[in-house]
């Protein structure tokens, strides 16, 4: 039995530790986060990554419509590491509208490194508090 509860500790501490840390940060948040609509429209909308030996090349984020009662998600693929010039025309007229959701989602983030391919890196969830 104690030779189980050994195995067990081994491999929790090991999941733990190996558990990978946030790659780039968006307005000094690392990972799902929540932020106001002040925060979201002070803040530079870039991605920084949390490693300076490596940049970001592109990523995809996802903005929440309100359609009646539904939802409708709409993506903007995006080269380097910050917002497009459309994608936040069309959060702030969403919001202006009264149209915007309360998540955006960062996704498909792929970080460089000189003399290396791309790799994926976990994106986040921001919740927008609109009130």
């Known amino acids: 039995m104690k030779y189980i509860f ?8 090991s999941a733990h530790s190996f558990a990978q840390a946030p790659a780039f940060s968006l307005c000094g948040k690392t990972g799902d986060c929540s932020m106001t609509w002040d ?24 903005v929440q419509k309100l359609k009646k009662k539904d939802f409708v998600f709409l993506e903007f693929p995006q080269k380097g590491n910050a917002f497009s010039k459309a994608s936040l025309d069309m959060i702030e ?27 994926k890196v976990p994106g986040m969830i921001i919740t927008l508090n609109l009130e």
């Open 6 to 13: 050994k195995i067990v500790f081994v491999l929790f501490i």
């Open 39 to 62: 925060e979201f429209i002070k803040c530079k909308k870039e991605l920084v990554t949390t490693d300076k030996n490596v940049s970001i090349s592109s990523f995809r984020l996802t």
């Open 93 to 119: 007229e969403l919001h202006k509208d009264k149209k915007l959701g309360s998540k955006l989602e960062i996704d498909a983030v792929e970080v460089v490194q000189s003399g290396k391919a791309a790799k």
